[in-house]
């Protein structure tokens, strides 16, 4: 609860259109604070696949911090998934894949890095005809491109949109409430006088086609 004021988590629901009982998938669940919020929000109709890349999970050498959500009974619709980024699936279609702050990680060095167009046509593929793809990210100036994934943990909102449209996805619009102008978009997202208070964008990327009832 400390962290929402910052995330907003409330006005980041309503513009993903997350309603009760969608298949969701929280691509890079961290420790699972969007993977608790979209639990509660989808319901016991719904279900939430908490992604953790191999990728990541070999680096850590230890459990994925999610994994104990799993085993909770409050959260008994979320399931943990372990598998490499490139490879991304479900068990079922979904309604939404959801990533935060970690779209820039694809890029980096330390992840491999991996093949992010693969990666996004794979979320294509998983999810149904209308459905969803939600990414925010921390900001980088504009044209600056990949050249702060690795130094400053930012992206250029641009080189976003052109890779995931690339996958086919329509742009569906973004939000403009995780702007924060003060933001110098300078420093690393990590930096003590910016952390938690970066300037941060919000894409909605839809997949063609009708979406059933």
Not at 17 to 37: E, F, S
Not at 108 to 128: C, E, H, S, T, W
Not at 150 to 163: F, G, K, Q, S, Y
Not at 180 to 193: E, G, I, M, R
Request: no cysteine.
């Amino acid at each position: 609860m400390a962290r929402d004021d910052g995330r907003k988590p409330g006005e980041t629901l309503l513009f993903a259109g997350l309603r009760p009982g969608m298949k969701v998938a929280d691509l890079i669940p961290g420790q699972g604070y969007y993977t608790r919020i979209f639990s509660k929000a989808v319901g016991p109709r719904g279900r939430v696949y908490a992604y953790v890349p191999d990728e990541l999970s070999k680096l850590a050498k230890r459990e994925p911090a999610v994994a104990a959500l799993t085993r909770d009974p409050q959260y008994a619709n979320v399931r943990l998934t372990l598998d490499t980024l490139p490879q991304f699936n479900t068990p079922e279609r979904l309604d939404m894949v959801f990533t935060a702050q970690n779209y820039h990680d694809m890029h980096a060095d330390f992840m491999g890095p991996v093949d992010v167009a693969q990666v996004n046509r794979q979320i294509y593929n998983a999810l149904k005809p209308g459905g969803f793809y939600i990414i925010i990210d921390h900001s980088a100036r504009a044209g600056t491109g990949l050249a702060s994934v690795n130094t400053l943990h930012r992206i250029d909102p641009a080189v976003v949109r052109r890779e995931v449209e690339a996958a086919g996805f329509v742009f569906a619009g973004q939000g403009g409430f995780l702007k924060s102008p003060s933001d110098s978009l300078t420093l690393s997202v990590f930096d003590k006088a910016i952390r938690g208070e970066t300037d941060q964008f919000i894409y909605r990327f839809r997949k063609p086609g009708r979406a059933r009832p």
